[in-house]
């Protein structure tokens, strides 16, 4: 019993203390891990209280908003954080402190100066087109716009504590903080207001007092956490013309993601009305539970990739990808079987009757994302590898695929039209990927079990 005693002991000090891959993978994996679950806890109860509490209407104009908002603030990102994380993490490995100082004051700028432009572009449409749009539309819009600061800046934050392999503590303030938030700010109107109803301008005011708070802490964490080998004693050194470069095609990925992620619930709010809009987006959100493991894994080994690329370590890169594949190939199975055998009483148990008719939607969601989180890898690999421009090519086509697609279904089919092209998208753009890592990096991410 002592020895059992001792030995469990030994390899809980080993992993809590060791300075290897393995070891270091398991506790940013472990601590990514519980983070991305606790998200996606987070954000499915949020999901099921504002489904409830604004009912499928007011739901579908708050779902509407953000989608479009997100789209709108495309330009804000310009890549950047991925930009971060990449360079932060190459620097390191040469111990290059002066321009990763550089790197982040350069990117906060700009970032910042894309927001501002956007906020004005944003202001000058509403004041030509306001009087087309619904009140309760417009209001919301004028609300939410103050989110594209705010959240660009707070990704920043995330990328830099990422690319220095504090990989926990740089999900916490936009993952963890922001939905907790708001979902507290929620339960304790719907409380305490039962007199007057909750509707989407008055959550999309919590949601920008939650970003707000969500940045704070963000920002305290970031200045708590950046070693005096980072701080400002070391001169800035500014490469912005390489980076300017290379942020050009990252930029574009980020946009053709987000593309990829909100355009579905924006053309079927063009095309279709609110309820249906609010029951859509309770399947994807539903669905997009299945990514969590996906997300949590790219957090951890980002910064990895681009070492081991850098270095020339293609062992080293394979074993990790497909050790990271073999994980979410499992993950997604396990949780891929309860979304498509109970869809409908899942739907109606979770979120209330109104909602079941998104039940054969969420199957085929979930199938496209099954190899989104499969193959999921594949941008990221070769991103970290310093191939943006190819993966520039691949999700820029795969986001035209999904506009095409959505303008001939969602007329005729609704929600079911945006749920098949939303997965039919997903399963070429990563099988797409998939080859292109073989080719370019003699890569394989798909998952190969023994």
């Known amino acids: 019993?002592?020895?059992?005693?001792?030995?469990?002991?030994?390899?809980?000090?080993?992993?809590?203390?060791?300075?290897?891959?393995?070891?270091?993978?398991?506790?940013?994996?472990?601590?990514?891990?519980?983070?991305?679950?606790?998200?996606?806890?987070?954000?499915?109860?949020?999901?099921?209280?504002?489904?409830?509490?604004?009912?499928?209407?007011?739901?579908?104009?708050?779902?509407?908003?953000?989608?479009?908002?997100?789209?709108?603030?495309?330009?804000?990102?310009?890549?950047?954080?991925?930009?971060?994380?990449?360079?932060?993490?190459?620097?390191?490995?040469?111990?290059?402190?002066?321009?990763?100082?550089?790197?982040?004051?350069?990117?906060?700028?700009?970032?910042?100066?894309?927001?501002?432009?956007?906020?004005?572009?944003?202001?000058?449409?509403?004041?030509?087109?306001?009087?087309?749009?619904?009140?309760?539309?417009?209001?919301?819009?004028?609300?939410?716009?103050?989110?594209?600061?705010?959240?660009?800046?707070?990704?920043l934050r995330a990328a830099s504590l990422r690319g220095l392999k504090h990989v926990v503590i740089g999900q916490l303030p936009e993952k963890i903080v922001r939905p907790t938030a708001l979902l507290l700010f929620v339960l304790v109107t719907a409380i305490f207001s039962l007199e007057e109803p909750i509707t989407a301008k008055s959550v999309m005011a919590m949601h920008v007092v939650a970003a707000v708070l969500a940045f704070l802490i963000g920002w305290a964490l970031l200045v708590r956490n950046v070693t005096a080998r980072t701080a400002a004693q070391f001169h800035p050194i500014d490469d912005r013309a390489a980076w300017r470069k290379a942020i050009l095609p990252l930029s574009m990925i980020t946009g053709f993601q987000l593309v990829n992620s909100h355009l579905d619930i924006v053309i079927l709010g063009i095309f279709r009305d609110s309820e249906e809009v609010g029951v859509y987006r309770v399947v994807t959100q539903l669905a997009i539970s299945l990514l969590f493991a996906l997300n949590a894994l790219q957090m951890v080994v980002q910064p990895y990739f681009s070492e081991f690329y850098t270095s020339g370590e293609r062992a080293r890169l394979q074993k990790l990808v497909t050790m990271s594949s073999n994980i979410?190939?499992?993950?997604?199975?396990?949780?891929?079987?309860?979304?498509?055998?109970?869809?409908?009483?899942?739907?109606?148990?979770?979120?209330?009757?109104?909602?079941?008719?998104?039940?054969?939607?969420?199957?085929?969601?979930?199938?496209?994302?099954?190899?989104?989180?499969v193959l999921g890898f594949g941008a990221t690999l070769l991103m970290m590898a310093g191939q943006e421009h190819l993966t520039m090519k691949i999700t820029g086509i795969a986001a035209a695929s999904n506009i095409i697609l959505n303008l001939i279904l969602v007329p005729s089919f609704g929600m079911l039209g945006a749920a098949v092209s939303t997965a039919l998208t997903f399963i070429g753009w990563s099988m797409w990927l998939r080859l292109q890592c073989k080719r370019s990096l003699g890569v394989e991410i798909f998952p190969q079990l023994k």
Do not use: C
């Open 1 to 155: 019993m002592t020895s059992h005693r001792n030995r469990f002991r030994h390899i809980s000090n080993r992993v809590l203390r060791g300075k290897s891959l393995r070891e270091t993978l398991l506790r940013g994996g472990a601590g990514s891990f519980l983070t991305k679950g606790l998200q996606a806890v987070v954000a499915l109860f949020l999901t099921i209280v504002l489904a409830r509490v604004l009912g499928p209407e007011q739901f579908g104009i708050y779902s509407f908003v953000l989608a479009a908002l997100m789209l709108a603030a495309i330009p804000t990102q310009v890549g950047a954080p991925q930009l971060l994380v990449r360079e932060t993490a190459k620097y390191a490995v040469s111990q290059d402190w002066s321009r990763v100082h550089g790197l982040w004051r350069w990117a906060n700028r700009l970032v910042l100066g894309f927001s501002l432009g956007v906020i004005i572009v944003l202001a000058a449409t509403l004041w030509l087109f306001g009087d087309r749009v619904e009140p309760a539309t417009l209001y919301t819009t004028i609300i939410g716009s103050a989110l594209i600061p705010l959240i660009a800046l707070a990704n």
């Open 328 to 373: 979410l190939l499992l993950v997604s199975i396990l949780a891929s079987v309860v979304l498509i055998i109970f869809p409908g009483f899942l739907l109606s148990m979770l979120f209330g009757e109104e909602y079941r008719e998104g039940a054969i939607a969420l199957q085929v969601l979930v199938a496209g994302l099954v190899f989104k989180a």
